[in-house]
């Protein structure tokens, strides 16, 4: 599942930032922090590639949920 929200501003420090991205990933049961860290340089790469957005400016975080619905039951 993707949600963008194009039109909100990133600050940081208290300055805008042009060109940012939040991303919240969550995972379905936990995830090792090696792949976390390849998960977060795949994101980077990808933004930065695809969008012209500089590394320094996409902000990442991961939850780890245990219990995800779906489809009228868990997973």
């Not at 340089?41 to 012209?52: A, K, M, R, V, Y």
């Amino acid at each position: 599942m993707v949600s963008f929200n194009e039109s909100e501003n990133i600050y940081f420090r208290g300055k805008k930032i042009e060109k940012a991205a939040y991303i919240e990933v969550k995972i379905a049961g936990t995830a090792e922090r090696e792949h976390k860290n390849k998960i977060t340089n795949l994101l980077c790469n990808l933004f930065e590639t695809q969008l012209c957005m500089p590394k320094d400016s996409i902000y990442i975080t991961f939850t780890e949920v245990e219990d995800w619905g779906w489809n009228g039951r868990l997973f």
